[in-house]
């Protein structure tokens, strides 16, 4: 199950430890051996944590158990690697390409579409109250306070938002989206072309109208300025417009 109590660092760290090991891989106990401290005859160190994010990486096709033998397919070892492919993986857990292993798996990143991608928010007030009367979560047995810490700490550390106020804030990092849109391997292209089919394969990037989220928007902005990204206007161009632009 992806809502587990995990925090973000240890999901990537586990995971690359497993991944160092090729095609040998690294038992449970291992892995136990490596990020859990030496048990005294005085102290009792639970695994759960460990355990916690072995649960979330397995649900989210990071890590397959064979013969009681993780392994994890090799991985490039770019910064930002180990996020783009998470949330490649939670996108087709929640568009039905990949099977979710529990039954609320596939509304990792419902959540994000739903509640802030879809009507333009920025910051979702009363998070649980507004997430269990989505029907999706409540057709899983709804999601409790401790499973949305969990959701919200794992998407701060991929890049996708940052806690303000207590509140979870949509704001993708320019870091990630750069890498995102470097990921697709063209140069240039249009605006219509990177969203659709690429960058919406990674994060939702467009509201109920098929407009950019404010989100996305102010990364697109703030890239701009930057100096990274370069927006043309085409206005003859075959693709659809975003606001009254075409680029």
Request: include cysteine; hydrophobic fraction near 45%; charge should be negative.
């Amino acid at each position: 199950m992806l809502y587990r109590t995990v925090y973000g660092a240890e999901l990537e760290a586990i995971y690359r430890f497993v991944a160092a090991a090729g095609a040998q891989g690294q038992t449970r106990s291992a892995i136990h051996a490596a990020f859990v401290p030496e048990l005294t005859d005085l102290v009792h160190v639970s695994t759960q944590n460990v355990d916690d994010a072995l649960a979330f990486l397995m649900s989210a096709y990071l890590l397959d158990d064979q013969d009681s033998v993780l392994h994890a397919p090799s991985v490039a070892t770019s910064p930002m690697a180990f996020r783009i492919q998470v949330l490649h993986n939670l996108r087709q857990l929640q568009a039905g390409k990949l099977s979710p292993r529990h039954m609320a798996d596939s509304t990792y990143m419902l959540l994000l579409e739903e509640l802030y991608a879809h009507p333009r928010q920025l910051i979702v007030r009363h998070l649980p109250v507004q997430a269990n009367r989505l029907v999706s979560v409540q057709a899983v047995g709804g999601l409790n306070r401790e499973k949305l810490q969990g959701w919200r700490r794992v998407m701060c550390y991929l890049g996708v938002g940052v806690i303000v106020q207590g509140e979870f804030l949509f704001a993708p990092d320019e870091e990630l989206v750069m890498a995102l849109i470097d990921s697709a391997g063209a140069s240039e292209g249009s605006l219509q072309t990177l969203i659709e089919d690429h960058l919406n394969t990674y994060l939702p990037c467009t509201d109920h109208c098929d407009e950019l989220t404010p989100a996305l928007e102010r990364c697109f902005v703030t890239l701009v300025k930057m100096g990274r990204l370069t927006l043309l206007e085409q206005q003859d161009a075959p693709s659809r417009p975003y606001g009254a632009t075409r680029y």
